[in-house]
């Protein structure tokens, strides 16, 4: 057996295992300190829970008096940074996403949305007495037009208890860029 068949059967036994079990550690090491997805980091989701529809992000720009006004729907690229900052909820993941909604000029609609209140099961209760504008996006906010808001993202876990039946959202981190 020749040097280069050594080495190719070292190759074959030794670094091809030991890499893939490097991915698996990071992997695993992440989902665990990191919060990251185990569905999306590292292509590991075939061994992982189920998360599906388990994460989710409230997203407000936030003024100096203290409102703050929701965002019922941004752009198809901030949703893009809306789905990479939910399967890994990194300090640099949140603020790409709240970078991209600050660079952005927000125009309300015409109509106000009613904030209405539903009880346990689901159902409303009573119309809100509260109304928000509908913002969406009109264009790239450019250098000359300065951003008076903030931008706050929450980042949310539904768990379900199967004791209980029901499903409940719990706040797991709170991202702020402010104005």
């Known amino acids: 057996m020749g040097v280069r068949q050594g080495l190719e059967r070292w190759v074959m036994l030794c670094a091809i295992p030991a890499i893939a079990l490097t ?14 997805s185990t569905w999306k ?9 189920s998360e ?6 409230k997203i407000y720009l936030t003024f100096p008096d203290g409102r703050r006004q929701p965002l019922l729907r941004i752009t198809d690229k901030q949703e893009e940074l809306t789905t990479q900052a939910l ?9 790409a996403l709240a970078k991209s909604i600050k660079a ?4 309300a609609s015409t109509t106000h949305v009613p904030l209405n ?10 119309d809100g007495t509260e109304q928000l504008y509908d913002l969406y996006a009109a264009h790239p906010r450019t250098a000359s037009e300065p951003a008076e808001f903030g931008v706050e993202i929450e980042y949310w876990k539904a768990t379900y208890d199967p004791r209980t039946r029901e499903y409940a959202g ?6 702020k860029l402010e104005g």
Not at 23 to 36: I, K, M, P, W
Not at 43 to 48: C, R, S
Not at 52 to 57: E, K
Not at 170 to 175: F, G
């Open 52 to 57: 599906t529809n388990t994460r989710y992000a």
């Open 23 to 36: 991915v698996a550690a990071r992997q695993l090491y992440l989902s665990t300190t990191d919060d990251l």
């Open 41 to 49: 980091g590292g292509g590991m989701g075939m061994f992982a829970g």
């Open 170 to 175: 719990a706040l797991v981190r709170t991202y």
């Open 117 to 126: 209140v539903f009880g346990g099961d689901g159902q409303k209760v009573r």
């Open 104 to 107: 952005t000029t927000w125009w």
């Open 87 to 95: 399967n890994y909820p990194s300090e640099r993941n949140l603020r």
